[in-house]
């Protein structure tokens, strides 16, 4: 019988230091009230990976770049 195959977990995730703790916390209070493609756009301003970004958010890992396309979509429309 096959074996079946078990989904990473964030257990197995690297643990984080304080310092990205902080972060984390800072990041999220600065977003309180923001829409998330808004949120994912400042943080990813900010220099949060796409990765991270999706951890805070609690969104996929590929939301990241759909929220830049959409706001590259808008200002097109909006300039043109």
Do not use: C, H
Request: aromatic share 4%; hydrophobic share 40%; net charge positive.
């Amino acid at each position: 019988m096959a074996k079946k195959q078990r989904k990473k977990s964030a257990d197995n995730a690297p643990p984080t230091s304080a310092e990205d703790k902080i972060a984390g916390v800072l990041a999220l209070i600065a977003i309180k009230d923001m829409e998330a493609d808004d949120a994912a756009l400042k943080l990813d301003a900010i220099g949060f990976t796409s990765k991270e970004i999706s951890a805070l958010l609690d969104v996929g890992p590929n939301y990241v770049n759909v929220a830049r396309f959409r706001a590259k979509k808008g200002k097109k429309r909006k300039a043109g």
